[in-house]
Nanobody, 119 residues
Framework: QVLLVESGGGLVQAGGSLRLSCAAS????????MGWFRQAPGKEREFVGR????????YYADPVKGRFTISRDNAKNTVYLQMNSLKPEDTAVYYC????????????WGQGTQVTVSS
């Protein structure tokens, strides 16, 4: 079992920045690929990006590419989502999730943190 807790959400003006954190506890954090997802009101949850177990490989969805950066600190069991140049359309609940390297689906999810970007 892996417990994930997000933090760092809030209200920010368009063009601003926020850094979300996701603290993990339970099984060995470094065994897991970590992903970030978001869900806006009335929309389906969408993939934002992911980071490999070592932190050496990242992948981003097109809407956030070049603006968002995912990093992780395995010594602190924490993954981060740095969000820059925020837009109103980035407003959503952001979730972190974990999966093993051999799995194609995310098995563990956090409770989410709200990010609101005002225009």
């Amino acid at each position: 079992q892996v417990l994930l807790v997000e933090s760092g959400g809030g209200l920010v003006q368009a063009g601003g920045s926020l850094r979300l954190s996701c603290a993990a506890s339970g099984r060995t954090f470094s065994n897991y690929v970590m992903g970030w997802f978001r869900q806006a009101p009335g929309k389906e949850r969408e993939f934002v990006g992911r980071i490999s177990w070592s932190g050496g490989i990242t992948y981003y969805a097109d809407p956030v590419k070049g603006r968002f950066t995912i990093s992780r600190d395995n010594a602190k069991n924490t993954v981060y989502l740095q969000m820059n140049s925020l837009k109103p359309e980035d407003t959503a609940v952001y979730y972190c999730a974990a999966r093993t390297t051999s799995s194609t689906s995310y098995n563990y999810w956090g409770q989410g943190t709200q990010v609101t970007v005002s225009s």
